[in-house]
């Protein structure tokens, strides 16, 4: 059977894929105003965590701890290390299950508030967008043989 | 040894304890514009996802849908059934790990953006609150027999 799992265009429009690992593609969101990576699992159909059997919901819980480090890394490398991650699964937008996982700091302009809906994405640049997402992946294939 | 956890003050003042589950603490968000509730894990000195063991954040995330349900619960008690359920774990504004399950429908004055950070909560008043919270216990002994 071929997987019928395919990216909302939503995301193909806003956002790079990094990866993809045991359950979720792995995408960098294309706003450097904050290191800040998309989880979507794998699978077709699904809008809730609920949608997820439980397995898949502990692979996915410990992809989201795995993407925090991928956020603290590209953190590291602006020089602005991430001083709390925000975690947010809300598909008001886009229904197509997924995770945000988002670097913050108190100095990143919209801090308290949450990155969602707020302010205009800061695009990358291709540049520098292609070297984050080079970044990530080597440090992604680390990670995986650690 | 004793239990060292402890719900931040922020909490005490914006929620009231439902119960606690196997690893979080349930509190009702005393907001009536949504169907809300925290689950806090209910360990000392967390504040990332990080900080939990493999173990726990599986229990965490098996407690994040069943408090799902209670909020479906609760929509359709108010008549207005949960179109869309938002998870978030920010804690930018009061650091000790918690997380938010909060019901959304796209009448209900946010949508889409967030809850967090918008608007002023509407208490639901004493006597509300308090049948809101005994249908959630009841709900909750209910789904924990099953």
Redesign the interface.
Known sequence: MTDPFKADPAFEAGSTVVCDWPLCQVRLQDDARFPWLILIPRRAGL????DLT?AD??T???E??RA??LVRMLGEAAGRPVE??????????T?QLHVHVVG?RPDDGL????V??RGSALPWGAGALQAAVSRLRQEARRSSAG
Chains 1, 2 share one sequence.
């Open positions: 809008s809730e965590l609920e439980a919901r502990a996915l819980m410990e989201v701890v925090g480090e709390k991650l925000n975690v947010g699964a809300l598909g008001n937008v229904a913050r801090w308290p508030d949450p969602w809906g």
